[in-house]
Each structure stands twice: as structure tokens, then as C-alpha cells.
């Protein structure tokens, strides 16, 4: 019988002691989930802190005012008329100056020439 009693009491010994350290372990594991939430916390609103530091100014939000681009410059050399125009005109002015096209003509053949 001595020996019985020497088991069940091992066993006794060994589940006190399981539940004892379960118990331990739940109240360890508690504590320290408590001080990773706080910390958590506290990070979270360091970052806030931070953030709200960082945002831009109000202004940066509202849609940039676009304007109209200006016109491209005229190309060089008479406006965009070819040289043969501005030959063809030199002669109808030529013309006019020796009196053999009229006004009207010369107004009428430099209409044809520029396209108007």
C-alpha cells in the first residue's frame, strides 16, 4: 500500500503543480497583453501625432486653375505665306505701279494669291 500512497501522491503533487502553473502562465500572459496594448497605444498615437504634423495646408487640396497656353508663334518668313505667293504679289504690285492693272484688278488677283 505504501507504494499506492507514494503514486497518488506524486499525481496529487503533479496536478497541483500543472494548475499552478496554468494559473501563472494565464496571469503572465494577462499582464503582459495589458503592457502590449498600452504600448500599442501609445505608438498609435505618436504615428497620429506625427501625421497630423506632416499633412499639407489646406490649399494643396483645391484643383489647380489651368490657363488657356498662348498661341504658337507665327512661323517665320511672311507669316506662313510661301515665297511663290510673295513673288506673284511683288509682280501684281509691280503691275499696278506701271498702271497696266487697276486698283480693282490688283485687289481681285491678290485675293487669288493669299486664298481670300
Excluded at 51 to 59: F, G, I, L, R, S
Excluded at 64 to 82: E, K, M
Aim: charged residues 20%; hydrophobic residues 35%.
Amino acid at each position: 500500500m505504501g507504494l499506492l500512497r507514494g503514486m497518488a501522491r506524486t499525481a496529487v503533487v503533479a496536478g497541483t503543480a500543472s494548475a499552478v502553473s496554468g494559473r501563472v502562465q494565464r496571469r503572465q500572459a494577462s499582464k503582459f497583453a495589458e503592457k502590449d496594448a498600452a504600448t500599442a497605444a501609445k505608438q498609435q498615437e505618436a504615428y497620429d501625432a506625427q501625421m497630423a504634423q506632416q499633412q499639407p495646408p489646406p490649399e494643396a487640396y483645391q484643383q489647380p486653375v489651368y490657363q488657356q497656353p498662348p498661341p504658337p508663334p507665327a512661323p517665320a518668313g511672311g507669316g506662313g505665306i510661301s515665297d511663290d505667293a510673295i513673288q506673284q504679289l511683288k509682280e501684281l504690285g509691280a503691275l499696278k505701279e506701271q498702271g497696266i492693272l487697276t486698283e480693282e484688278e490688283f485687289v481681285a488677283q491678290k485675293a487669288k494669291v493669299l486664298g481670300t
